[in-house]
């Protein structure tokens, strides 16, 4: 195998801009690389959209761009295509899948880093199928390295209060919705809505609190007092 003919026909794939079968074969593996390694860190990360999601969307924003690229080259003086028209349209309709990974739940909303994440992965899949290799590693590097290290710098020194949610189940149908909410003010938690559910037939009421507490909040000793809370039977803590 002679290792200096592959390293030449590398470097021709690298600097050429014509599309054809070669250079759309090495964009596209490229692109799954690239989508598999900033996916693969959001599913290790137990978020909703994981390895397949940010392969196959990078993969899409290849293939869109090279359409783009390939139409004017075939259709010289018959087409007259615009590049960015495409990436244009696929810039608006990942915002869909975007909107799809961001959930409202009782106030709280989650899923924004998650919708960025797939946003920036399509603006890689295109640089990609443009062929701008330098701008599609550095953007990359860049992304790996807000998603990996900037969550812990985030929680520990820009963070001071994060969005949770506490159930508390109380038995009967009398609503104790005052003498909760000064516990958690009692805590340092800020109560942000609450969502009332009673069960008639068992006769359970449910307070949902959409909370905002501090990164040092005292859990432990707050769910010892939101026990002992008249009619209490359960406690719950999600995120």
């Not at 590049?83 to 349209?89: D, F, I, K, L, N």
Request: hydrophobic share 50%; with cysteine; aromatic share 10%.
């Amino acid at each position: 195998m002679d290792i200096q003919l592959i390293f030449d026909n590398f470097i021709d794939l690298m600097n050429t801009t014509d599309v054809n079968l070669e250079t759309s074969a090495f964009r596209l593996v490229l692109s799954v690389l690239v989508g598999g390694v900033i996916g693969f860190e959001r599913q290790r990360s137990k978020h909703s959209a994981g390895f397949r999601t940010f392969t196959l969307i990078c993969v899409g924003s290849t293939i869109m761009m090279l359409i783009s690229l390939y139409l004017p080259q075939i259709f010289i003086g018959v087409y007259d295509s615009d590049p960015t028209r495409m990436a244009g349209q696929a810039v608006t309709g990942i915002g869909f899948l975007g909107a799809g990974a961001i959930i409202q739940s009782k106030g709280a909303i989650r899923g924004m880093t998650t919708a960025a994440s797939i946003w920036i992965i399509s603006a890689l899949g295109l640089a990609i199928g443009a062929g701008m290799y330098t701008v599609a590693l550095i953007g990359t590097i860049v992304t790996l390295f807000v998603l990996i290290n900037l969550a812990n710098f985030e929680k520990r020194v820009m963070v001071e209060w994060t969005a949770k949610n506490i159930t508390l189940t109380f038995e009967g149908l009398e609503i104790h919705k005052t003498k909760a909410t000064r516990l958690m003010s009692k805590y340092g938690l800020s109560v942000h809505d609450v969502f009332i559910d009673q069960d008639l037939n068992s006769k359970l009421t449910h307070l949902h609190f959409s909370v905002y507490v501090k990164i040092q909040t005292d859990y432990e000793n707050l769910f010892t007092d939101l026990r002992q809370l008249p009619q209490v039977t359960s406690v719950r803590l999600w995120a």
